[in-house]
């Protein structure tokens, strides 16, 4: 965004007013230090910011960059809409979000910055545009360097998931046996030498073994906010800091029984957990519905946004539906879940067949589907509902032991307005068809 | 970060002076329309802000919102650092990052109401209080929005990329086949129109076919950025605006021959750039080096950054290793590529053997490795090399039709000291691999 030649009177409208200009620089160098070391103190007060910054480096890199960035902001000659300056703050951004400094902490110092600078400007005749300057100095840096922040995180949290995503699609098999080995490996080293001395020394610790370090390096990335890992993390911090201890070398066999006892549980506890998590990862994954081979809803989002996206630039319709089977707790109450999968199972199955391959078809709720129809418009979407509902309606459903019978479905659609907001659309849609519920079933509703 | 209780007096300290905010609320009140409207006309003068913002949404529903949000951020009762007003300026964060409207973009529109407030507050008798409170109030409210934003785009950004990993994980054989199919089934249909009658009305827009439809609503998914595929919707544009319309109706078969000749290397292209594009996924996206099994560079960030943040957090070491094959373009070029392959390979082999499951083993460059070694202290981390150089050494290389061979390598450790970016580390490392290819070849150097 050009603001700085916005012709109605730009952000950066004060900027060369030299004078003022070099009275600032004078306020800013003055209290440099200070400023510098106010803006730390506050990200250092702060329990995120701590855990990735040292002292030391705040102390021996940090802070002079801070300082010489703050100078040259009010440097007479700076020219702030030129591609230097530009360049300058967009590399700091990057940096940042190498590093994971998040930009609303920078913002958070800067707030600390502004106003300290307030405090140090308020007693000068020329108080107001000096604040007002120094203001939209210090906003234009921001603004630069959060531009390429975003860009430079979005970037870090495709790579970060792409990252977890392949870690899954190794030999889960092959490294859950081979991690319970490691486990097991560590516990049997570990009861040979209190058996041979009634003490532990030479085995290690479990969190130094490498099933320890495995699980402190590698689990989390697979297992990502598993709260399974906290626990097994606890347990292994357990057993190091307060079971081990317990074993004394020449300690009496009598004395050994609790200790072992307890030792045994925490293991056990790991080896369940570790167990537990892989489990989990079965098919946790899965971008389509597994049952009816439909869309996982997780992708809505993404979709949904881009296709309005595509929409308001191409000047294109979109529409969505969504569908519900009709009475469908009564087919599940009446003939059990495995009846009630099967009809899940050849609705979207029909559903399907009723779209182009370039639409998009998602499970969206227990029995509810909604599809994503590009290119279409309202008028179109219903007609292509409407078809929807009479191939169902007259489709013979199929399932073992029952003769075949029919169930209906009721349908809502409704078009992109404009409105960016994709939970809105899809909101449309979902008063529709809570209309065509309330007007008796089996039938289509436009929003 | 709580900065409105910082004991040294916080961002907020002026928010309680009742007569200043009344004064401020008034100001803002009558000039609400001129500070919407230019907000507006900014984000809208700016091409990225206009792709996603009609302006029939910003006159019905964004201008009241902003004019609301703007005035109840001065209302006397407003208590800044309470729950409730985080909890409003997060969620317009949050629907930010859903409706995609960049936070650097919000902040371009907040430095044009700063502005503008400014000019209407300039003759105020206390105006250098009124405007410090401006800016503390909306900067506060940036920085809540900033945190939901970060958090939600960074979601928004892992499930795209989920949902491209997905896709390409999908039949590539079977799409490549069908969408083939499509664009001959358009083509054919448009040339038995031609024949019939000179003219393609009802045949249809190629961009409005299946196929042209998949390509518009799928094909960027999957083909990410693609310069084939900019060439492929150009080549479609063109079918359809420029060489479509020549077939007019009753024309004379000799007319024919140069539009046909024109519509045929268009579609010829089409089909040429799928293809292509098609064939440059194959392989691409693998998380490991295909030849050396090693994981991919392009992972080395999203791992290196989070061994890093581990290692600040719980004050363990964490070294790196760079090695690079000695003469190893003297290898190649004496036996041939081939034969470098195998030497790469296993090079590979002999590293992975000689670290712990916990360790990470990238290919970093042509010959080059990266080896990140957890909770490993410099003096372990040059042991551990030292045992790779030796192993390496005295293992014979075997390749056929050649001599058992021996190849040795270099390498530079380095351990983290505390500095959050990680290109640092691998900065010192490489310094280290540099020194210990001056020194001689075949030694460990440490940083």
Redesign the interface.
């Given at each position: 965004?050009q603001?700085s030649s916005?012709p109605?009177?730009?952000?950066l409208?004060r900027a060369g007013d030299a004078a003022s200009l070099g009275r600032l620089r004078q306020r800013v160098e003055d209290h440099a230090d200070a400023l510098v070391a106010?803006f730390y103190?506050?990200l250092l007060?702060?329990e995120?910011?701590r855990?990735?910054?040292?002292h030391?480096?705040v102390q021996e890199?940090l802070s002079p960059s801070l300082r010489r960035w703050l100078v040259d902001l009010f440097a007479p000659g700076a020219d702030l809409a030129g591609a230097a300056f530009a360049a300058r703050q967009q590399k700091i951004g990057e940096?940042h979000a190498?590093?994971?400094?998040?930009?609303?902490?920078v913002?958070?110092g800067?707030?600390?910055l502004?106003?300290r600078l307030?405090?140090a400007?308020?007693s000068d005749p020329a108080?107001?545009d000096l604040?007002?300057l120094a203001?939209?100095r210090i906003?234009?840096a921001?603004?630069?360097m959060?531009?390429s922040y975003?860009k430079g995180?979005?970037?870090?949290?495709?790579?970060?998931?792409?990252?977890r995503?392949?870690?899954l699609?190794q030999d889960i098999h092959f490294e859950r046996e081979?991690q319970r080995a490691?486990l097991m490996e560590w516990s049997q080293k570990t009861l040979f030498r209190i058996l041979a001395s009634g003490g532990v020394e030479g085995a290690g610790a479990l969190s130094?073994s490498?099933f320890g370090?495995?699980i402190?390096?590698?689990a989390d990335?697979l297992f990502d906010g598993s709260p399974h890992l906290t626990r097994l993390n606890a347990a292994m911090e357990r057993i190091d800091a307060e079971l081990l201890p317990r074993f004394t070398p020449g300690a009496a066999s009598s004395d050994l029984a609790g200790p072992l006892e307890a030792l045994e549980a925490a293991v056990d506890e790991v080896a369940f957990l570790l167990n537990e998590m892989f489990q989990g990862l079965a098919g946790m994954e899965g971008?389509r519905d597994p049952l009816t081979r439909a869309l996982n809803r997780?992708?809505l989002?993404?979709?949904l946004?881009?296709?309005?996206?595509?929409a308001?630039?191409n000047h294109t319709p979109l529409s969505v539906l969504l569908l519900d089977v009709d009475h469908f707790k009564r087919i599940n109450d009446t003939h059990g879940h495995p009846i009630g999968d099967e009809v899940l199972r050849q609705v979207a199955e029909a559903v399907t067949e009723n779209v182009?391959?370039?639409d998009f078809v998602f499970r969206y709720g227990g029995e509810e589907f909604l599809i994503v129809l590009?290119?279409t418009s309202l008028r179109q979407a219903a007609t292509i509902a409407e078809r929807m509902r009479q191939a169902l309606a007259t489709k013979a459903i199929t399932a073992s032991g029952l003769e075949p019978f029919h169930v209906t479905v009721s349908i809502g659609a409704a078009e992109h307005g404009?409105?960016?907001?994709?939970?809105y659309l899809v909101k449309e849609a979902d008063d529709a068809l809570y209309r065509a519920k309330q007007n008796g079933r089996n039938r289509v509703e436009i929003a």
């Open positions: 965004m603001l916005d109605q009177g730009g952000v409208s106010a103190d506050a007060a702060d995120e910011a855990s990735f910054l040292h030391s480096v890199r940096v190498r590093i994971k400094i998040p930009m609303h902490l913002m958070a800067a707030a600390v502004k106003g307030a405090d400007l308020a108080a107001f604040l007002r203001g939209e906003d234009h921001l603004r630069l959060s531009q975003e995180a979005s970037n870090r949290a495709r790579l970060d998931e792409a990252y995503l392949f870690s699609d081979s490691g130094a490498p370090l495995w402190r390096h590698r990335f971008g997780r992708f989002s993404s979709i946004s881009r296709e309005i996206g595509f308001n630039a182009r391959p370039s590009v290119e404009g409105h960016p907001d994709e939970n």
